[in-house]
């Protein structure tokens, strides 16, 4: 199959999107990790890490075309679970 020049800027472009998207996502996500770690206490940094966080990745399923999940102010299970194990090793 063969793409005319307009469709491969667009996938490119989309390419770039996904890749921007997932980068800011894995910063989030990183910088929640650190919080939780460091200062556990901190619930407010927490929530707000998490909120952003949360956004970023539906932001990132949205441009995958997955379909959005209900929106929560709750980081992901996966992730509390995590900082939790990291708070523990500390």
Do not use: C, K, W
Not at 30 to 53: F, Q, S
């Amino acid at each position: 199959m063969r793409y005319s020049r307009a469709e491969h800027a667009r996938v490119q472009a989309l390419q770039h999107e996904v890749s921007r998207a997932e980068g800011d996502y894995q910063r989030l996500r990183a910088a929640y990790l650190e919080v939780a770690r460091n200062e556990p206490g901190h619930e407010v940094a927490l929530a707000m890490i998490g909120a952003d966080m949360d956004r970023a990745h539906a932001h990132l399923q949205a441009l995958i075309g997955l379909p959005r999940l209900p929106f929560t102010h709750e980081p992901s299970t996966v992730v509390r679970r995590e900082a939790q194990r990291l708070t523990e090793d500390h």
